[in-house]
């Protein structure tokens, strides 16, 4: 049987199902041919000078490294001539990018994080792209960068694509539009995102967490008792041995659990109250949600449901717990106490 390329899986989306539209098709392919550029970038490393400080920090006060500006770049290039967006926001930038008025405007916008995880980016481990869609509100006033932020204030049951791309040893891009979660892997002679796995399911239950353990003491307590209890093992109220995973890049964590199930958690703590959270709403908990929930897992902030936020800034952080359901649900329920 033929491989089923990306272009082909979205073909068929579209065709017989009508899950999307042309213009939907074309964007998702644009954007996971730069993911297959920045992956061609990551893979030269230091042969490539990629590796390393930019000099420069982005809205977040941030230090950028260089691949998250030559990611962001790459993006933003790919993506601004082809007829399909109105406007783009990214991590690395302050305000949306329009695009500009030689090219033709489409009715989509388009948020990602360029590259996540780059604290891990100079040590070889597994880093990636994060990217959700979201239509253009009709009317929406994209006269100015600043204007247009409104109109990519949308909950995320809006979004009608989200996927993320990981560079570990193999480069995969995991994408939904709202129709479950499939997993295509780079085939890096031919060029192409071959797909590799349909109906991607995450298991309702777990036996493995991941959350930063340097942060126990700045946590609420809802968490610090689900953690507790955890660590208790077999002889504690959950009855079972847990074990922990921690890379610190989102989409490997999130990956490993859409892969074998699992939990992971960036709550609200002491230290991160001011700012709301760690992880970013647009481009990264609410694409991570969708695709979570799609698989079959749950997505909160502990206190409500992701995908229900209504955003009140682009930049806007959020606490995040998502993964295996009934675990999702537990500590969830721990808050509501
Ligand atoms: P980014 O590199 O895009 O700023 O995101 C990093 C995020 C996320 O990928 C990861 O889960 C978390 O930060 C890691 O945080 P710690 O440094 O606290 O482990
Ligand atoms: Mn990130
Ligand atoms: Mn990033």
Known sequence: MAQRTLARYLTEEQRSKGVITGDLKFLIEIVSRACQAISIAIGKGGLGGVLGEAGSDNVQGEAQKKLDVLSNDILLDANEWGGHLAAMASEEMDLPHLVPHRYPQGEYLLT?????????????????????????????????????????????????AAGYAVYGPTTLLVLTVGDGVAVFTLDREQGQFILTQENVQIPADTKEFAINMANQRFWEAPVQRYVTEMQAGK?????????????????????????????????????????????????????????????????????????????????QRVPVILGSKNEVDRVTGYHAN
């Open 112 to 160: 990602f994080d360029p590259l996540d995880g780059s604290s891990n980016i100079d040590v070889n481990v597994s880093i990636g792209t994060i990217f959700s869609v979201l239509k253009c509100p009709e009317g929406a006033d994209l006269s100015t960068p600043e204007a247009a932020e409104a109109a990519f204030l949308q909950p995320g049951t809006a979004q009608v």
């Open 235 to 315: 002889e504690g109220p959950l009855g079972k041995d847990y074990n922990m995973r921690w890379v610190a890049s989102m989409v490997a964590d999130v990956h490993r659990i859409m892969t074998r199930g699992g939990i992971f958690m960036y709550p609200l703590d002491s230290k991160l109250k001011a700012q709301g959270g760690k992880l970013r709403l647009m481009y990264e908990a609410n694409p991570m949600a969708m695709l979570i929930e799609q698989a079959g897992g749950a997505a909160t902030t502990g206190r409500q449901r992701i995908l229900d936020i209504q955003p009140e800034r682009l930049h």
